[in-house]
Nanobody, 120 residues
Framework: QVQLVESGGGLVQPGGSLRLSCAASGFTFSSSAMSWYRQVPGKERELVATNTRAGGRTNYADSVKCRFTISRDNAKNTVYLQMNSLKSEDTAVYYC?????????????WGKGTPVTVSS
């Protein structure tokens, strides 16, 4: 059974930093693409950052480039999102996503999310 458990969210002042973690289990983590998404009430969930399987490539939303860094520790089955220079518009619930290929078909799995609030 695939499980994704996020942690590390909270309240931070503008300009501050947070590191989100997502502990994964139930699938072959090292060969799966891992991503972070975020969602604000009333808006669609948006992709923040992706780390391809085995960590070969990373992609970021334009709004977070040079501020956020996605990384993974395959030995710990954990993906991280380091968020620096946070802005009020980064306030959202952040979700961990795993794209797992099973029987030749990609399947998306989601964590329950961790809230991030950027406010003074």
């Amino acid at each position: 059974q695939v499980q994704l458990v996020e942690s590390g969210g909270g309240l931070v002042q503008p300009g501050g930093s947070l590191r989100l973690s997502c502990a994964a289990s139930g699938f072959t983590f090292s060969s799966s693409a891992m991503s972070w998404y975020r969602q604000v009430p009333g808006k669609e969930r948006e992709l923040v950052a992706t780390n391809t399987r085995a960590g070969g490539r990373t992609n970021y939303a334009d709004s977070v480039k040079c501020r956020f860094t996605i990384s993974r520790d395959n030995a710990k089955n954990t993906v991280y999102l380091q968020m620096n220079s946070l802005k009020s518009e980064d306030t959202a619930v952040y979700y961990c996503n795993a794209r797992v290929v099973r029987f030749g078909e990609p399947m998306d799995y989601w964590g329950k999310g961790t809230p991030v609030t950027v406010s003074s």
